[in-house]
């Protein structure tokens, strides 16, 4: 099997030496996405909903870009600064989620890139 690198310009390039994505076989490996506005380059600096919204709309974009989509996503796993925001991007995750759950983990970290609020990632099917 061979690897093969993702990119898009409908999500945020990379901010550093990392592909937005990797297949290998059927497997789409995301990197975490943070929540930058594809067109300016631009943080989001508003509240925890809102940054979770468009980081899952920047992993909808490229997993799409892979010929994948959020009913595809086997595992996520999201990075919250708070934890006190668990429900809060619950809420927001649960819309985009709705009929697919995959496997999920949630962890606090002391600092996101960018001083962000939450990152997601993910692995999905093609």
């Known amino acids: 099997m061979l690897k093969k ?11 550093g030496p990392y592909s937005q994505a990797v297949q290998f076989g059927e497997f789409l490996f995301t990197s975490g996405q943070i ?5 300016t380059s631009e ?11 468009l980081v899952l709309e920047n992993l909808k974009a490229v997993l799409s870009a892979a010929g ?13 600064k708070d934890m006190n925001d668990f429900s809060k991007v ?4 649960a819309k985009y989620f709705n009929d697919s759950k995959p496997a999920r983990s949630t962890v606090e970290v002391s600092c996101l890139p960018k ?3 939450v990152e997601i990632d993910c692995i999905a099917t093609i």
């Open 5 to 15: 690198i993702i990119e898009t310009d409908k999500a945020p390039k990379p901010i």
């Open 35 to 39: 929540a930058i506005n594809p067109q």
């Open 43 to 53: 943080i989001l600096n508003t509240n925890v909903e809102d940054q979770t919204k």
């Open 68 to 80: 994948s989509s959020l009913d595809k996503v086997v595992k996520t796993t999201i990075f919250l």
């Open 90 to 93: 619950n809420k927001v995750y």
């Open 115 to 117: 001083n962000v609020l």
